[in-house]
Antibody
Framework: EVQLVESGGGLVKPGGSLRLSCAAS????????MSWVRQVPGKGLEWVGR??????????DYAAPVKGRFTISRDDSKSTLDLQMNSLKTEDTAVYYC???????????WGQGTMVTVSS | DVVMTQSPLSLPVTLGQPASISCRSS???????????LSWFQQRPGQSPRRLIY???NRDSGVPDRFSGTGSGTDFTLKISRVEAEDVGVYYC??????????FGQGTKLEIK
């Protein structure tokens, strides 16, 4: 069974940092492109960023609102995906979902999400 | 960036009746390989999103056949042939054609009348 389990969410002050993790199981993680998608409570879905597989050079891309502040990385030996978030803003408050990007450029797999609250 | 526009944003439906959600993109979603990477997601209250449809019209495993997707180019539709109580939630379209900038529609909230 495919599972994506996020962790690391919490309360952080504006300007602070937080690192989210996603533990993957039930599929060949090393072959998968992975993404983070976020959702402000009560609002819509917003793509945050994506990392390709090692075969794809582990290339990363980010949405404009987070570029330069957020960094996605992966550890294929542990089947984990990380999201390092720096210089956090109140508008980064959201539930962050770990997702798998399939060959149809879509998000087939989703985690349960982890809540990040940026507030003073 | 590609903008995805859904309508309606709120959809009250009587149980057993059909429902239809429109999704329009600001640019063609036909990729260089000839495929169209348009997906539909369902998010039930309190749950993570779940994909229903990929590549315009392909249902994911376990998705009831009352859900269907159609469309081409810039205009797409998700149809539910007979709405059931478990269909309550928010539905999103998403384009993957213009990756790596994946974009979602605003969401359509389906509720039972």
């Amino acid at each position: 069974e495919v599972q994506l389990v996020e962790s690391g969410g919490g309360l952080v002050k504006p300007g602070g940092s937080l690192r989210l993790s996603c533990a993957a199981s039930g599929f060949t993680f090393s072959n998968a492109w992975m993404s983070w998608v976020r959702q402000v409570p009560g609002k819509g879905l917003e793509w945050v960023g994506r990392i390709k597989s090692k075969f794809g050079g582990e290339t990363t891309d980010y949405a404009a609102p987070v570029k330069g502040r957020f960094t996605i990385s992966r550890d294929d030996s542990k089947s984990t995906l990380d999201l390092q978030m720096n210089s956090l803003k109140t508008e980064d408050t959201a539930v962050y979902y770990c997702t798998g990007v399939d060959t149809f450029y879509s998000f087939e797999m989703w985690g349960q999400g982890t809540m990040v609250t940026v507030s003073s | 960036d590609v903008v995805m526009t859904q309508s309606p944003l709120s959809l009250p439906v009587t149980l057993g009746q059909p429902a239809s959600i429109s999704c329009r993109s600001s640019q063609s979603l036909v990729y260089s390989d000839g495929n169209t990477y348009l997906s539909w997601f369902q998010q039930r209250p309190g749950q993570s999103p779940r994909r229903l449809i990929y590549k315009v019209s392909n249902r994911d495993s376990g998705v009831p056949d009352r859900f269907s997707g159609t469309g081409s180019g810039t205009d797409f539709t998700l149809k539910i042939s007979r709405v059931e109580a478990e269909d309550v939630g928010v539905y999103y379209c998403m384009q993957g054609t213009h990756w790596p900038l994946y974009t979602f529609g605003q969401g359509t909230k389906l509720e039972i009348k």
